[in-house]
């Protein structure tokens, strides 16, 4: 198995290396590549790997597991501390609850999440609806529970910033926000028709550092937030206004893979909404502004929301 590892990896290495030099040769950093799409238009990616990936690195951390480990991961939007808090109680109660061995695997960029995640090297997989959509596609993972509260993202700009009056008006300007494939950045990034014309993305780890570089720090425009999460800041209402508001989606959510029993999955899904669950999920529904908790959830809801990945790296198959 190792040398068909090692080629994959080697292949992605190789196709990231030729879409760089092409980003390169455009003289612009910031540049993304927008086609038609229902509702949007949408922004190609590469993920940054901040010089920290290797290909050696890359083939010893790829996760490995049996009929009786599955793997648990979410995108890294919160530090490793942060995310194992959030996560580890979540992959301990599953474990008792399945009498499967789950655990719980923080990946630590953006690149790492997504290569693992499209390899299918993830068993159980908490995050959004457009990543989602693409695994119940393409790797025949089931939708097991969502957030129960609706999904939309705020662009919000500082109350007193009178000269932004509207959203194309932050073509060039910094905003805080999370890297693509981040759907709140990837909706934003759609309202502008012109890849040269585009807002800078300064990718922030967590939400809280998104609402404080805008509303106290001031080292953005503006910020994108999930409506849900703007609410529960302190005040925020009279300190930032809502500038733009997404659609609505349906809310992230926890899917599963082939490797997980369909008996495993009906035991996972009614783990997750059942009171007895409630202390595992905690960290989890405070940090996304969850007011109603979990709800069972369909793959038919997700169905087309992977076209918000149309033209980001590595999403077709």
């Not at 290909?55 to 490995?64: C, F, I, R």
């Not at 597991?65 to 992959?91: C, H, K, M, W």
Request: hydrophobic share 40%; net charge positive; aromatic share 8%.
């Amino acid at each position: 198995m190792l040398p068909r590892t090692i080629t994959r990896v080697t292949a992605f290495v190789t196709a990231a290396g030729i879409l760089a030099l092409a980003s390169i040769a455009n003289a612009n950093p910031t540049d993304q590549t927008a086609k038609s799409a229902p509702g949007a238009r949408k922004a190609s990616f590469i993920p940054n790997t901040g010089g920290k990936t290797s290909l050696e690195k890359l083939t010893q951390e790829l996760p490995a597991g049996n009929d009786n480990v599955l793997v648990f991961s979410a995108p890294p939007r919160e530090t490793e501390e942060e995310g194992i808090r959030t996560y580890q109680p979540i992959a301990e109660y599953l474990t008792r609850v399945t009498g499967k061995t789950i655990v719980y695997k923080y990946p630590r960029d953006w690149l790492t999440y997504q290569m693992e995640m499209q390899r299918g090297s993830y068993d159980l997989v908490f995050d959004g609806p457009h990543f989602n959509s693409w695994r119940i596609s393409n790797l025949q993972h089931s939708a097991l529970v969502k957030l129960a509260d609706e999904h939309a993202f705020a662009v919000v700009v500082r109350k007193d910033e009178s000269r932004i009056t509207d959203i194309k008006q932050l073509a060039g300007q910094k905003v805080c926000g999370m890297d693509p494939p981040n759907l709140g950045t990837l909706a934003v990034l759609n309202q502008f028709d012109n890849p040269m014309r585009q807002p800078l993305i300064m990718n922030s780890m967590g939400w809280t550092k998104i609402y404080e570089g805008v509303a106290f720090e001031k080292k953005c425009t503006a910020g994108i937030l999930p409506v849900a999460v703007l609410k529960k800041f302190s005040n925020s209402e009279n300190v930032v206004r809502v500038l733009y508001k997404t659609k609505t989606l349906p809310n992230q959510a926890f899917s599963a893979g082939p490797r997980v029993l369909p008996a495993d999955q009906a035991k996972i899904a009614a783990a997750l909404v059942s009171q007895e669950g409630s202390g595992a999920i905690a960290r989890l529904m405070a940090a996304y502004g969850s007011d109603k908790g979990l709800a069972l959830a369909t793959k038919e809801e997700y169905a087309g929301l992977d076209v918000y990945l149309k033209d980001t790296w590595g999403y077709t198959h």
